[in-house]
């Protein structure tokens, strides 16, 4: 199983930047695609961005595309999230989370994510 933590997150202005970042423990996390997902008071987790095993294959939710970039390093265990300007509309709690099974193709669907991080709060003030 593997476990996830989040950090990075803060307050920013609109027009700002952050990045986010996950760190895996278990020596698995290579095999496994990484989303990050977000959820904002009173509304259902969402699709951010998700990166394939190798890194080689990304999908981003249509809103950030050209905004935030997702990557990975499978040998410091890290996936990252560089969001750059930011709108109130990116305020929420982001997860990242890891793949359910190794080697998947890339999902957009929380279900499909077996392991999750407690999350980090990002807050843009307009």
């Known amino acids: 199983q593997v476990q996830l933590v989040e950090s990075g997150g803060g307050l920013v202005q609109a027009g700002g930047s952050l990045r986010l970042s996950c760190a895996a423990s278990g020596h698995t996390f290579s095999m496994f695609a990484v989303g990050w997902f977000r959820q904002a008071p009173g509304k259902e987790r969402d699709f951010v961005a998700v990166i394939s095993w190798d890194g080689i294959s990304t999908m981003y939710e249509d809103s950030v595309k050209g905004r935030f970039t997702i990557s990975r390093d499978n040998f410091k265990n890290t996936v990252s999230l560089q969001m750059n300007m930011l709108n109130a509309e990116d305020t929420a709690v982001y997860y990242c989370?890891?793949?359910?099974?190794?080697?998947?193709?890339?999902?957009?669907?929380?279900?499909?994510?077996?392991?999750w991080g407690p999350g980090t709060q990002v807050t843009v003030s307009s």
């Open positions: 989370a890891a793949a359910r099974n190794a080697f998947w193709s890339l999902s957009t669907i929380p279900q499909d994510f077996g392991s």
